[in-house]
């Protein structure tokens, strides 16, 4: 009981500082709190999913396109979610996309004014996931449910690897940093189990795919380490909103074999 009552406080707390799904008033964290959060992105993916399921099956009797509706269901997710991912998104292609040296990066990095590889990759990121959804089709004509549910979860299985595996990027504590290095191999492998858990309940495949994603996940440690040394609380918003499309493009060819 203890440990079922712990579990849920650090979904309450994942999802107060995650997402604007109102579980409660937010309060402030420990660090060790903090290192907690990755371990329960999956879980945050999941609450996510079911939200934009339940808003697909209540447009689903307005005569809309297929792809208004997909645009419709990513902009519900960017909402949800306070734009937190793809403000980190922009910010790290702003400051990769810069030519710059790794100090001068990090600088730009904690500018809060968008430069025009930011933009563009808000475009490029809204546009991937809305085409990907729309192209995908169940017997009813409808986008699948298990896309829908699924694909926040493994986006954020990616940004739960790089959390738990990476070093931080500045000499200096920022937003990312507890979540960082508070965060252990036991917050991993509570991500990959129920992320797996959750994938095999709708077949081997999106086992299968859930593991690449975490691959994908492992790459992108490589990548922010090559680019900065490390990364930061904007690059694991950037590999959520990486793992996302990455996924739906997995579940894309997958799913029409």
Known sequence: MQLLSRILENLRNSLAFLTLIPIGQKKILSDQEFGRLPGYFPLVGLCIG??????????????????VIAIFLVAFQ?????GFHLDGLADTADALLSHRSIER??????DSHLGTFGVLAIVLDVLLKASLLASLENAQGG???????????????????????????????GLGYNMVAHSTNKDLAFAVF???FISIWFGPLNLLIA????????????????????????????????GEIFSLILFSILFKI
């Open 50 to 67: 079911v939200l934009t399921l339940v808003l697909a099956l209540m447009i689903e009797f307005v005569n809309l396109p297929k792809a």
């Open 78 to 82: 960017v909402i949800l979610t306070r």
């Open 105 to 110: 990066k990090l600088e730009i990095l904690k």
């Open 143 to 173: 986008i699948p449910a298990s896309a829908l549910l699924l694909f926040p979860i493994w986006g954020r299985l990616a940004a739960s690897v790089v959390a738990a595996t990476s070093t931080y990027a500045r000499p200096s504590p």
């Open 194 to 196: 129920t992320t797996a």
């Open 211 to 242: 593991a690449i994603v975490a691959l994908f996940g492992a790459a992108l440690v490589w990548v922010w380490k090559k680019a900065l040394g490390g990364v930061t609380g904007d690059l694991l918003g950037a590999s959520v909103e990486l």
